[in-house]
């Protein structure tokens, strides 16, 4: 599947830097930090996104997924997918979630980059499948997303250990456009920045997108 990969500096700059770091650390501390198990023999981190299995190494970042049902992997090919992880794990730590979900505004500085999350996010997710429910479910339930009760159509998505998204429809009609909310674990706020969760919530429509494909 063919993911949005930058060949320009606006985000391989970024990664790069990213990379610079990471290859300086200790990967015992990584894996303490962030949750990750590591191999000391193998040199390899097992990362878990969105049910699939990634091995990932150290310290070149060479990243493999391990072959299962769900099919598609963005974190081969997709640089924002990349850039994500490599920056958690240089840079950030896994906490847990008390249970409770919260709103891209309830993040630290979720103001302030509100709109882009709107439109890279909100709006694309619910013109995506605000009419099309039922394609939106034959992909969730592939992902092995957990169905739940708010609005017209809902699920939690485990996207990574510990880290839940949940994403919320409501269906358009003849009178009113669809609508969209995305909530995030509660714990996303103190192990991403607010720039971070817009690159999840567009990992997972694209993620969505090329299932929706393959599963027609």
Same mark, same amino acid.
């Given at each position: 599947m063919n993911f949005d990969y930058a060949k320009d500096s606006? @985000?391989?700059?970024?990664? !790069?830097? %990213?990379l610079a770091a990471y290859k300086e650390l200790d990967p015992i501390e990584i894996s303490e930090r962030t949750g990750f198990p590591?191999?000391?023999?193998?040199?390899?981190?097992?990362?878990?996104?969105?049910?699939?299995?990634?091995?990932?190494?150290?310290?070149?970042?060479e990243i493999h997924h391990?072959?299962?049902r769900v099919g598609i992997y963005p974190l081969d090919e997709a640089m924002n997918a990349k850039i994500l992880i490599i920056?958690?794990?240089a840079e950030r730590h896994m906490t847990l979630s008390t249970g409770k979900?919260?709103?891209?505004? @309830?993040?630290?500085?979720? !103001?302030? %980059?509100?709109?882009?999350f709107?439109?890279?996010?909100?709006?694309?997710?619910?013109?995506?499948?605000?009419?099309?429910?039922e394609q939106f479910q034959k992909v969730m339930e592939h992902l092995g997303a957990e169905k739940s009760t708010e609005g017209d159509c809902s699920y939690t998505?485990?996207?990574?250990?510990?880290?839940?998204?949940?994403?919320?429809?409501?269906?358009?009609?003849?009178?009113?456009?669809?609508?969209?909310?995305?909530?995030?674990?509660?714990?996303?706020?103190?192990c991403f920045a607010a720039e971070d969760l817009a690159?999840?919530?567009?990992?997972?429509?694209?993620?969505?997108k090329a299932l929706e494909k393959t599963l027609n």
């Open positions: 606006k @985000e391989q700059r970024p990664y !790069e830097h %990213y590591y191999d000391e023999e193998t040199q390899m981190f097992t990362v878990h996104l969105m049910g699939s299995t990634y091995l990932v190494s150290f310290p070149d970042y391990v072959e299962d920056r958690f794990m979900f919260i709103t891209y505004h @309830e993040v630290p500085w979720g !103001e302030v %980059y509100f709109r882009q709107q439109g890279r996010c909100l709006m694309r997710f619910a013109f995506s499948y605000g009419n099309k429910l998505l485990k996207f990574m250990d510990n880290l839940f998204v949940k994403f919320i429809l409501w269906e358009g009609d003849d009178e009113f456009p669809p609508s969209s909310q995305i909530l995030f674990s509660d714990n996303f706020a103190a690159v999840v919530g567009d990992i997972s429509i694209n993620m969505m």
